[in-house]
Each structure stands twice: as C-alpha cells, then as structure tokens.
C-alpha cells in the first residue's frame, strides 16, 4: 500500500524547510529506519528516516526546495501504485505543484561553459566571426584570435569574446602588436608593454586564484540575517566593567570537590554568571533590558527571565532559550543548559527552544577574549558578553595585590535603555558575582 512521505512538522514556529539533500532516489528500495532525506530550518539542520519498507516510486520535489511543512514530498510503496492521490497541490487551481528543476541553458551557452574557455595559442588564417562579435572585442580590447568559437560552424559570437574578457587571455592595447597569448603584469593579469621580450614563467599569472563557492546553510543565512538587520537598525551602545572572580573561584572549586557527594552537577563559571544575571534582571529596575522592543511603540515587558545561552556548534551559533531561569536553582541550570548543548550540537533541538529569549549571554571566555562588542539579537534590548579570567592588581592599604578579574560586557538597545540605568545593570550584577554566596541565600 502506497505511503505518502511529508515534510515534518517540526515546530509552531516552523512554516517550510528546506530539503537539502536526497539520501535516496526514485527507484530505490528502502527499509524502515533508513534516512529519506536531509532538510534544514533557520537554526537546525535534521535527518529524516523512512518509517515503512518499500520502494521510493515518486519524488515530488528537488534539493534545495523550499517546502511548507505536512506537504507530501515523495511515496513509498510497490512499483507501478499510481501516486497521483498525493501529488502535492494548489489549494487554489488544485494543479500538481512541479518540483523545482533547473533551467536549461542554451546549447551554444553550454557548450561555452564545458569547453575550455580560452586556446593557449591564437588561431591563424581565415577566422569565423560575427560582425557584432568583431565590434564588442574591439570596443573591449580582446584579441579575438584567442576566444573559443561555440557558435554555429565554428563562429565566433559574441559570448565568446565575453567569456574571453572575464577568463583571458588579455593584453592591454599598446601591447597588443606583441602579445603572445601569456598572462602578464598589468591589472588584471593582462599583458602590458612591461612584458614584452619577458621570459615565461609559471608564476607569471598572478592573477589566478583558486577558489570554491559554496551556498550558505539555512544557519548561516539565518544569522546573516538577524545580525544586519540588528546593527542596521538598533543603535547599540556597549558598556565594559570588570569584577573580582576570586569569590566564584573559589565556590566553583568546592563545588568540583564535593559535587559527586552533594550529587551534584558539573557546575562551571558560565552557569555561576547565568544564575546571577537571571537574579539581577528579575529586579524591577532592570526591567527594560528583560524585554523585547516590539515597534518603536512598544516595548514588551518579561514577567520571568529567559535567558538566550549562544552556543557554538558544527552548523554554526545557535541561541538556546532557558526559560524561566530566574526560579530555578544553580543546579537545574547547570543540568538544563547541558541538556540543550547536548541537543544543539547534534541537531536535534526543537525550534521552538531557539525563540522567546528575553536576554542573551554570550561567553567567549574560554577562547581567552579579554573584551568584545556583543551584538543584541532582535527584538531583545540588550545581551551581556563575557570575557575570559584575567590577572589584574588593586591597591589594599597601599599595597599592590594580585587578583582574578573577569570583564562583563554588556551592549543595549538605546532606544528603550539609557546608559546610566545600563549602568545599574552591570554594577549590581558586578556586586553580585563578587558576592555570590550571599546571592544564594536570597
């Protein structure tokens, strides 16, 4: 029995995914628990598997398409089933959607682009060649002699001077009595008066660089995206502080010490700072950097802290959210926040864990970063980066004493904060993290 294969449903949030990658094709057999296909969101990047055996008979849609969400995308069942019932379609013409395909290319373009494109010597005696072809290389300078002919018989069109501009061989025009078809000096690589009665040599070209594109991953377009659109149109200011990490040393160093006897988890300094900025937004003084400024009418005010937590990952920076932070423990913060590394990292996150942040930290502390400039993820008013352990002096009674310095840097929306309350911020959260023991008592 025929089986319509969907695109899944991978969250509320999630109206299409991209299908990236065919692991089978039309034809083949498959088992369940074998991967379909691979398709991607704005943040992730998943495997889905075949849940019956059978044969793929029908593929509705390409790589790269783009594809809303329960939309059927391919068949499994018994050659020569009719899939006609779950061709996907238009709510409006109820015609077949066709699976994107790519546009043929004329056969002289194509025959262009697989053919060399440039002879290393210049064609002598009687040349085929169209009068405009013949106007546009003189109009750019190109010696005809060297372009491919790929029009009809053996003609020279004027495609072919354009691919012999854009990949050489060029010579400049007073050099163009003596140019041998070498790449020269000049810009560009072009042959100049320069390289006249010059010996040949494999670096001559200095203009060839190899190189390979590749399509950006949904990822990547994703932060693309959100990153312009945030410095285009925030005005962001960053505020730098440091503070005494002697107190938090010193804790976390116990904790590692009795943490299997307490029960534990593997509590680390970036879970220590979490706890402590979730304690400090929850203040209502603090409460225009614990929110999402919606238009520039409206500001929207979180009732509990939810802390975006940037994380690297192969498919690059995703933003978890740990929602609620502010009522939970030091503990179930610890825990939460591996368990949502555990999923990032190998894909498997939910999209709806990667949205509603009200705040966001971002700690580059253990790469050795002394100070950066975060960058606020939209629609949040502000995002606290923080540095990695310095050792710095203060003065004690006159005396120069070494001790453990963290820096906080802290950038904010200025149209819904102002600098002095961002100020406030990060002094209390200084004063907190320097303190922390007194902060678990609260």
Same mark, same amino acid.
């Given at each position: ?6 695109? @899944? ?15 089978? $094709? ?21 495997? *889905?598997?075949? *849940? ?6 029908d593929v509705f849609f390409d790589e790269? &398409? ?25 709510? $409006?013409?109820?015609?077949?959607? @066709? ?7 004329? +056969?002289? +373009? *194509? ?93 001559? #070209? ?18 693309? $995206? &959100? ?12 505020? #730098? ?11 976390? %160093?116990?904790?590692?010490? #009795? ?68 009522? $939970?423990?030091?503990? +179930? ?8 590394a555990v999923e990032a990292k190998d ?12 705040? %966001?930290?971002? #700690? ?6 002394? &100070? ?48 002095? @309350? ?8 200084? %004063? ?11």
């Open positions: 029995m025929a089986t319509p294969v969907q695109m @899944p449903n991978v969250g509320i949030s999630v109206e299409s995914c991209i299908l990236t990658k065919w692991h089978k $094709k039309k034809g083949d057999q498959v088992k369940a628990g074998d991967v379909l296909f691979t398709y991607e969101t704005d943040k992730t990047t998943t495997d *889905e598997v075949a *849940e019956v055996d059978g044969t793929l008979i790269d &398409s783009d594809i809303p969400v329960m939309t059927n995308i391919a068949v499994i069942g018994t050659p020569g089933e009719s899939t006609a019932e779950f061709a996907p379609t238009s709510a $409006k013409t109820d015609t077949v959607v @066709p699976a994107p395909v790519e546009k043929e290319k004329p +056969q002289s +373009q *194509e025959a262009a682009q697989t053919a060399a494109p440039v002879v290393s010597h210049p064609q002598e005696g009687f040349i085929r060649i169209s009068p405009r072809a013949r106007a546009l290389a003189k109009k750019l300078g190109a010696d005809y002699r060297f372009a491919v002919p790929t029009g009809a018989e053996g003609r020279i069109c004027e495609e072919d001077i354009r691919t012999l501009v854009k990949n050489g061989p060029m010579s400049t025009k007073a050099a163009a009595g003596e140019f041998d078809g070498r790449p020269g000096t000049g810009i560009g690589g072009k042959f100049s008066v320069s390289d006249i009665g010059s010996v040949p040599s494999e670096t001559a #070209n200095i203009s060839a660089v190899a190189y390979v594109d590749e399509k950006l991953s949904g990822v990547r377009k994703a932060i693309a $995206k &959100s990153m312009s659109t945030s410095l285009f149109t925030i005005p962001q200011l960053t505020h #730098n502080i440091s503070f005494d990490a002697t107190e938090i040393l010193s804790f976390r %160093t116990n904790l590692k010490k #009795n943490a299997e006897t307490l029960g534990l988890a593997n509590i680390t300094l970036n879970d220590i700072i979490v706890y402590a900025v979730s304690r400090i937004l929850a203040k209502e003084e603090h409460k225009a950097l614990n929110a999402n400024l919606i238009d520039s009418e409206t500001i929207r005010y979180f009732n509990g802290v939810h802390l975006g937590v940037a994380m690297d990952t192969p498919r690059g920076l995703l933003v978890p959210t740990l929602f609620n932070a502010d009522k $939970k423990s030091l503990n +179930q913060i610890s825990v939460e926040l591996k368990a949502l894909g498997s996150i939910a999209p709806d864990k990667l949205k509603g942040a009200s705040f %966001t930290i971002s #700690n580059l502390g253990s790469f050795g970063i002394e &100070s950066f400039t975060p960058v606020i993820n939209p629609p949040q008013t502000g995002i606290l980066g923080v540095d990695t352990v310095m050792t710095r002096v203060k003065d004690v009674d006159g005396v120069a004493v070494p001790y453990s310095a963290m820096g906080l840097s802290l950038t904010y929306d200025h149209r819904a904060v102002d600098g002095t @309350p961002a100020s406030k911020f990060l002094v209390d959260l200084k %004063t907190a993290l320097e303190n922390f023991s007194l902060l678990l008592c609260k």
